[in-house]
């Protein structure tokens, strides 16, 4: 499956099936799954150059050139925000559960109001 994806997001021209899935094979699931993740940012590297000039995937693949750092970054990058984003949300959603109900918030300030009144 990943490899379909691969290959539906690879310059169609560069793609050499066999040699590419020899290639695929070899690499970690991990390492498949960021060359898939990548291809957006590396197309986006692609489009101002001639497609003469764009490696076979078979190439890209064996030189591992997913893990270039300008390509990887702006993946990497994405990802962090994303978390980022997650944990800010549950910390919202942790203190909102927390947080006094508007009974309790009552409670508490008249329990400062009788303390003040009653303290000399």
Same mark, same amino acid.
């Given at each position: 499956? +990943?490899?379909?994806?691969? &290959?539906?997001?690879?310059? =169609?021209?560069?793609?050499? *099936?066999?040699?590419?899935? *020899?290639? #695929?094979?070899? +690499?970690?699931?991990?390492?498949?799954?960021?060359?898939?993740?990548?291809?957006?940012? $590396?197309?986006?590297? #692609?489009? *101002?150059? =001639?497609? &003469?000039?764009?490696?076979?995937? %078979?190439? #890209?693949?064996?030189?591992?050139?997913?893990?270039?750092?300008?390509?990887?970054?702006?993946?990497? *990058?994405?990802?962090?925000?994303?978390?980022?984003?997650?944990?800010? $949300? $549950?910390?919202?959603?942790?203190?909102?559960?927390?947080?006094?109900?508007?009974? =309790?918030?009552?409670?508490?300030? %008249?329990?400062? &109001?009788? $303390?003040?009144?009653? %303290?000399?």
């Amino acid at each position: 499956v +990943l490899f379909i994806e691969f &290959k539906n997001r690879y310059p =169609e021209d560069k793609f050499d *099936d066999d040699t590419s899935f *020899d290639a #695929w094979r070899k +690499l970690t699931l991990q390492d498949r799954e960021i060359a898939v993740a990548v291809m957006e940012y $590396q197309n986006n590297g #692609w489009a *101002d150059i =001639e497609v &003469k000039y764009i490696p076979k995937s %078979s190439n #890209w693949l064996l030189k591992r050139k997913f893990d270039n750092d300008d390509i990887r970054k702006p993946y990497e *990058d994405k990802i962090r925000r994303k978390k980022a984003r997650l944990e800010q $949300q $549950q910390y919202h959603r942790k203190a909102e559960e927390n947080a006094a109900s508007g009974e =309790e918030i009552k409670e508490i300030l %008249s329990k400062t &109001k009788r $303390q003040k009144r009653t %303290s000399p």
